[in-house]
């Protein structure tokens, strides 16, 4: 079994409780390795063939260029190989530079969602870690700039500069991640009048008990019928909808309300408790309790 390459932020500083070190170089070829700390890299220029394989064992490999970034997560190893006049910024941090209470945080995901999650939401099931972005206008490029900058001259409050950078670093890229969400939606507009009578009455009465099973009534179509067109033209099944419906305004009931877990489930239509937690569990990664704890400590942004 081969030995793992770990790189610990403590042995690149000099200051050992610093929490972030920015790095501009020039990256030559590297074996896998993986962190303990989070990576942040912008490519300035040359280019290079990125491999990483994430904490669930997954394996991407693709050119990286000038222009392209990325966040490395805890626990994915990557390497560079076939570098070619290729140069970098590295940003490397802990998860308590952004908020103290993020100090335990060790996956990206987790952290978007405490400190994010007011915007979290809009990319469900949209993973932000270990994906290359590129920064067509170079405002992400500006952003890295400035911490740069401020990371060499250390003034008073830089550690804050960083902070408020990086966090629009992230809204930024989660815009994009929007964006190209939108664009996958219109490819996958739905077209016939079956889906889109499907969707507005899914939108309208989600609530309601075998709302799936009333909607074919009214509407004298079979439920096989619908599930079949509704993944054809939106990839997704008419239930897979209404329970993503479901999820969503049960976010927006344990953010902005007092009612219990339970109380929650039965507002979007789910008398099976257990079953709600197992579904919104295995959507968003995190119980419906840990949901309501992470917006309230989102709320002191």
Request: proline residues 2%; charged residues 30%.
């Amino acid at each position: 079994m081969r030995e793992r390459n770990t790189i610990e932020l403590k042995g690149l500083t000099a200051e050992r409780e610093d929490k972030i070190v920015v790095m501009p170089f020039c990256q030559q070829d590297v074996e896998m390795h993986d962190h303990d700390f989070f990576e942040l890299a912008y490519i300035t220029g040359g280019s290079a063939l990125h491999t990483i394989r994430d904490a669930d064992g997954e394996v991407r490999s693709g050119e990286v260029k000038a222009g392209d970034y990325f966040i490395i997560d805890y626990g994915s190893r990557h390497s560079y190989r076939e570098c070619r006049d290729f140069t970098l910024i590295n940003c490397l941090f802990l998860p308590e530079m952004i908020d103290d209470t993020l100090a335990d945080c060790r996956s990206f995901e987790e952290v978007l969602r405490v400190s994010l999650i007011r915007y979290y939401k809009w990319c469900f099931g949209q993973p932000s870690a270990n994906r290359v972005f590129h920064d067509e206008e170079g405002s992400i490029l500006s952003l890295i700039l400035g911490i740069q900058e401020e990371y060499q001259e250390k003034k008073v409050g830089y550690t804050e500069v960083f902070r408020c950078r990086l966090t629009e670093i992230l809204i930024l890229t989660i815009r994009k991640i929007v964006c190209d969400n939108k664009k996958d939606d219109r490819k996958r507009q739905p077209r016939s009048t079956a889906v889109l009578e499907a969707i507005r009455y899914l939108d309208k009465n989600y609530r309601e008990k075998a709302v799936l099973k009333q909607f074919c009534l009214e509407y004298h179509y079979s439920q096989q019928y619908i599930s079949r067109k509704f993944r054809q033209e939106t990839e997704m099944t008419a239930l897979e909808y209404l329970q993503k419906i479901r999820i969503e305004k049960c976010c927006e009931l344990l953010a902005g309300s007092d009612l219990c877990i339970q109380e929650a489930a039965r507002s979007v239509g789910y008398e099976d408790v257990k079953f709600f937690c197992t579904l919104f569990k295995r959507t968003l990664n995190m119980t419906p309790g840990e949901y309501r704890k992470t917006a309230a400590a989102a709320m002191r942004y």
